[in-house]
T-cell receptor
Framework: GNSVTQMEGPVTLSEEAFLTINCTYTATGYPSLFWYVQYPGEGLQLLLKATKADDKGSNKGFEATYRKETTSFHLEKGSVQVSDSAVYFCALSETTLSGGYQKVTFGTGTKLQVIP | DGGITQSPKYLFRKEGQNVTLSCEQN?????MYWYRQDPGQGLRLIYY???????QKGDIAEGYSVSREKKESFPLTVTSAQKNPTAFYLC??????????????FGEGSRLTVL
């Protein structure tokens, strides 16, 4: 079955540091890939997505590139802020054989803490 | 503003009691989902519904039940058969599944604690 593996956290960085959160996946077909962010006490929000190989998703200074050859979708940001402190989830979705439901598989999440 | 509203935000339950978590959306989305979140385990799918009056079991449906009588509403009942119900529960929705490519919109969650 499909799976998503993320680097374990927590990740602690100083403000303005460079961020990388690793994500690799296993899928039988050609999934779409996502990063979701969860701020304390809230639900998840879509941060960015990529639907095919070599696509780059970007939003709010975050970027991730769909690398089919390495089955990876690493999240990066050049200069983190305290407000980026949250839990980040990598996810993939793939249409089931019946063609209707888009099953979404989540990684376990990586907690990021940015200190001033 | 459109969105998903979950209630209550916090809920305490005694062992042996059933509880129902509410989820309402005004996004006009066809599909709705319930996930359970436990520390270090990511999100696990409990139930999903692609259309009114129809729903399917997810990966961990045992001890839970749902209904989908209206497009806007997808309540989750945690029954006494659920052996370890303490968790954070998230409701989500999406546009017609095969178009949305897996993009989910989430509510703010309900935290259930069994005393």
């Amino acid at each position: 079955g499909n799976s998503v593996t993320q680097m374990e956290g927590p990740v602690t960085l100083s403000e303005e540091a460079f961020l990388t959160i690793n994500c690799t996946y296993t899928a039988t077909g050609y999934p779409s890939l996502f990063w979701y962010v969860q701020y304390p006490g809230e639900g998840l929000q879509l941060l960015l997505k990529a639907t095919k190989a070599d696509d780059k998703g970007s939003n709010k200074g975050f970027e991730a590139t769909y690398r089919k050859e390495t089955t990876s979708f690493h999240l990066e940001k050049g200069s983190v802020q305290v407000s980026d402190s949250a839990v980040y989830f990598c996810a993939l979705s793939e249409t089931t054989l019946s063609g209707g439901y888009q099953k979404v598989t989540f990684g376990t999440g990586t907690k990021l803490q940015v200190i001033p | 503003d459109g969105g998903i509203t979950q209630s209550p935000k916090y809920l305490f339950r005694k062992e042996g009691q059933n509880v129902t978590l509410s989820c309402e959306q005004n996004l006009n989305h066809d599909a709705m989902y319930w996930y359970r979140q436990d520390p270090g385990q990511g999100l696990r799918l409990i139930y999903y519904s692609q259309i009114v009056n129809d729903f399917q079991k997810g990966d961990i449906a045992e001890g839970y039940s749902v209904s989908r009588e209206k497009k806007e509403s997808f309540p989750l009942t945690v029954t006494s058969a659920q052996k370890n119900p303490t968790a954070f529960y998230l409701c989500a929705s999406s546009i017609v599944p095969q178009v949305s490519a897996g993009e989910l919109f989430f509510g703010e969650g309900s935290r259930l604690t069994v005393l």
